[in-house]
């Protein structure tokens, strides 16, 4: 798959997500406001600073709860890529919600250039998985 396939697949994926209750036409204008933002601030194509938020924010294991010997254990599990992109996506628009900025175009910008930068709570929310996911190794052999 080519890259331009790529980032049309992604943002429309974010597009989705981010039109709950609105309209179409509303949220696009709204991304593409915070693209010529972050092409502003950092000079950059903003498609490429998108996918490699997505590279960086990924999660490649999550902890399910399976029911063992009547106890409920943590069990690390790999995740599927379409799984980790939609997850990237969900924490991207829950942490550009709760954000304290004047608008959600500022709020967005803000939140990818910080997390190329790994500071943000995107990548926060990304390194607790991966934190319990190592508490809980020991019970991968109940993996099935």
């Excluded at 036409?25 to 938020?53: A, C, R, V, W, Y």
């Excluded at 790999?78 to 991207?92: C, D, F, T």
């Excluded at 942490?95 to 500022?106: A, D, F, H, L, Q």
Aim: proline content about 2%; aromatic content about 6%.
């Amino acid at each position: 798959m080519s890259v331009n396939i790529k980032k049309k697949l992604l943002i429309s994926a974010y597009l989705k997500l981010f039109l709950k209750q609105g309209k179409q036409g509303k949220t696009e204008k709204l991304l593409k406001l915070s693209f010529s933002n972050l092409k502003k601030i950092k000079q950059m194509n903003p498609l490429l600073l998108f996918l490699d938020f997505i590279k960086k924010a990924r999660p490649f294991c999550e902890v399910k709860s399976l029911r063992i010997r009547g106890s409920i254990q943590k069990i690390p599990v790999i995740i599927k890529q379409n799984r980790q992109k939609s997850l990237v996506l969900r924490w991207l628009l829950t942490n550009t919600v709760s954000r304290n900025e004047k608008t959600i175009v500022e709020s967005l910008s803000k939140e990818l250039i910080e997390t190329v930068a790994l500071q943000s709570r995107t990548i926060k929310v990304c390194d607790e998985m991966h934190k319990s996911a190592e508490l809980n190794k020991i019970f991968i052999q109940f993996k099935n």
